[in-house]
């Protein structure tokens, strides 16, 4: 896998989460995912999920700005800047982000296994 293959997996799980495509998702995600959201609350592989199949929390735009990957092994760390349009609880909100997350190499291919985001100074 190179850096440009691991950016290309976050675009893949980006749009399947705006298109609500639960399958790709779960093919994409790992199942110890450990999910940190700029609000500082967790969420696991199954209440993140869960979340967005009930609409409890739907992605209506994700727009990535400037990324780095980086490889160690069969990890991957990815740290970047990214803006989400998301609808939470009925209500719209606009993030801008930075963050960092990390890919893993199984034996069933790369997986999306941590998020650690904050939001982005003014």
């Known amino acids: 896998m190179t850096s440009e293959g691991i950016l290309a997996l976050e675009d893949k799980r980006f749009a399947a989460m705006m298109a609500r495509d639960f399958k790709a998702l779960d093919a994409l995600v790992h199942d110890?995912?450990?999910?940190?959201?700029?609000?500082?609350?967790?969420?696991?592989?199954?209440?993140?999920?869960?979340?967005?199949?009930?609409?409890?929390?739907?992605?209506?735009?994700?727009?990535?700005?400037?990324?780095?990957?980086?490889?160690?092994?069969?990890?991957?760390?990815?740290s970047g800047k990214v803006d989400f349009e998301v609808e939470s609880a009925g209500q719209m909100r606009a993030l801008k982000l930075v963050y960092l997350d990390v890919w893993a190499k199984t034996p069933q291919g790369w997986k999306f296994v941590a998020w650690q985001s904050t939001p982005r100074p003014a």
């Open 32 to 78: 110890d995912l450990v999910y940190t959201h700029s609000h500082g609350g967790g969420d696991t592989k199954a209440s993140w999920l869960d979340a967005m199949r009930s609409g409890k929390t739907h992605y209506r735009r994700i727009v990535a700005g400037e990324r780095t990957a980086r490889l160690y092994g069969d990890t991957a760390l990815v």
